[in-house]
């Protein structure tokens, strides 16, 4: 038998209290892993990175749509190849299925995402049919929507200009990824820029974003730089950024998620701070006899402390790992299963405050009943008193 | 059988209890020999186990002097107190304080982990107490699976196992029937003779009185009477 032996013995005494313990602490270092993950995408700076595309938007906000205008002078920002562009439109089908539906330039759509696979016909019927529409297989599929259907979708923004919102288009081919992660993407549904455009009651010629594909990933940062120096201090100033960053641009419109997060994990980690530390608490309380034996047979005062902080710190590593771990895995098959959208890595940094919390939950839980088991005069223990 | 040790001089003990002070121990004289085996008794709250405690170091006189084995206990601080318990004293108690969630050898083997003795070395020793106290045979079984009484021997040998000069054993027989407690009593008696551990006893029972090499009797935190 060893120190650690016992410490261990002790601490499944009673097994399904220390199970359920476990457990709470388990569930909320998985938690802790994945909000921490996704915390700390937010908190990220931008990362240029083998970036192939850029998105441009207003640098107020993507609400405040930028001139079609501004194609000709991207396009001459040296590195760029093509520029295309993409309007939401808040497609809404049937009763209150939320699309993804965006206006585009069926042309310049195809020659900037050439990850949408989809017959080379069916890519003429879009650009060569006023009122066309082409959907990811994903969103064909769940709805039942076949080439040559008409599909109504009404928007929750824009009006015709007789006043009505719902629209009326023609299903002309249905895209799908070019490989796993972007078949898991084809949730998408295109429409024609131009019948958009000349029937939305609301703005002419402009659009929420541009997407500028690159010659070099290399030059990313330089062009983003270029492209907002170029519209500075002009009525549409820009803010270019790469897809990803774009991407997390949208679910920070829901408010701080830094902030949101923050404040679940102290809730989480309050509630935990309560859990254990009773169990702690309790489990020393139902030992007192056993502990004044400890210093009857010589152990001192810090001995018999080191003995119920090492408890909680095995109660908290236990279960702060298994946590740690499980959410490294949850993470990589989230970010598997969605293809890389959500990049929940579960990484060194989220693993080091982790462990900093570990730590610091171990002497939050096991200080003051250690302390109690330290005060403990032996003689009075042994009586009961 | 002269030297001394156990030197009890002057020994008083005030417990307070709020405002009260309740004096246990009035300046209590005398001498324990070295492998003298002594019943304590005395009715209750006559001071009898206040007094083992003071003998055993887990409390300390409030005035008065103790020395055992030669080392003046009442001078030592908790953490030294604490290191000469488990160099000198072993504890035998009425409901036997094992730890539950150890083995019999897990128990016994608690106190040499204060020691520097290897593994190999410790589970010699464990075997040799639990095969003095005829226990070899019940080593993995926890306590919950032990009788009363083989419960009391494995904490028996939890007390002999770091060799200590001094055993001291607080009602160890008041919670067994007459049976089981006569062969601890015997076997504390062997302990005694044998192994020349000196022992101190704190009993209500005569009969367990009468294993013992003499008694003294406390009335009232005073020494009464010493019969051979």
Sequence with gaps: MTKTGFVIANLFRKKTRTSLTLLSVIMAFLLFGLLQSVNHIFDAGPNFLGATRLMTQARVS????????????????????????SQWFGGIWQENQQLFAFAVD????????????????QWQAFAGTRTAMIAGKLVADKYGWKVGQKIPISSNIFPQKNGSKAWAFDLV??????????????????????????????????????????????????????????????????????????NLSFVKQIGDIGLIVRWILFAVFFTLLLVVGNTMAQSVRERIPELAVLKTLGFSDASVLGFVLAEAAAMCAIGGLIGLGIATLFGALIEK??????????????????????????IAVGLLPALRARRLKIVDALAGR | MSESMVQIRNVTKVYERGKQKIEVLHGL?????????VALMGPSGSGKTTLLNLIGGLDQPSSGEISVGGNRIDRLKSGELAKWRANNVGFVFQFYNLMPVLTAEGNVELPLLLTKLSAAQR????????????????????????????EQRVAIARALVSDPQILVCDEPTGDLDRKTADEILGLLQVLN??????????????????????????????LVEQAA
């Design chain 1, 337 to 362: 299963g969605s293809g890389g959208q959500f990049q929940l890595n579960v990484g060194g940094y989220v693993w080091a405050i982790g462990l900093a919390t570990i730590v610091f939950m171990s």
């Design chain 1, 173 to 246: 081919g249905i895209f799908d990824g070019r490989d796993e992660d972007w078949k898991k993407r084809a949730l998408n549904v295109y429409i024609n820029y131009d019948y958009f455009n000349e029937e939305n009651q609301f703005g002419k010629d402009r659009t929420n974003f541009f997407i500028l594909k690159l010659a070099d990933s290399k030059q990313a940062q330089q062009i983003a730089q270029q492209v907002d120096a170029m519209f500075e201090n002009s009525p549409d100033e820009t803010k270019t950024q790469t897809e990803k960053d774009f």
């Design chain 2, 29 to 37: 004289t005398f001498d324990i020999p070295k492998g003298d085996f």
């Design chain 1, 106 to 121: 069926p042309k310049r759509h195809h020659d900037v995402y050439p990850e949408w696979v989809m017959p080379e016909d």
């Design chain 2, 193 to 222: 003779r044998e192994h020349g551990k000196t022992i101190v006893m704190v009993t209500h029972d005569p009969k367990a009185a009468e294993f013992a090499r003499r008694t003294l009797h406390l009335e009232k935190g005073t």
């Design chain 2, 123 to 150: 589970r010699k020793n464990v075997a040799v107490a639990l095969n003095v106290v005829g226990l070899s045979d019940r080593a993995k079984h926890k306590p919950k699976e032990l009788s009363g009484g083989q």
């Design chain 1, 62 to 85: 993507f609400t405040s749509p930028l001139p079609i205008s501004m194609v000709p002078k991207l396009e001459a920002v040296p590195g760029v190849t093509r520029v295309a562009w």
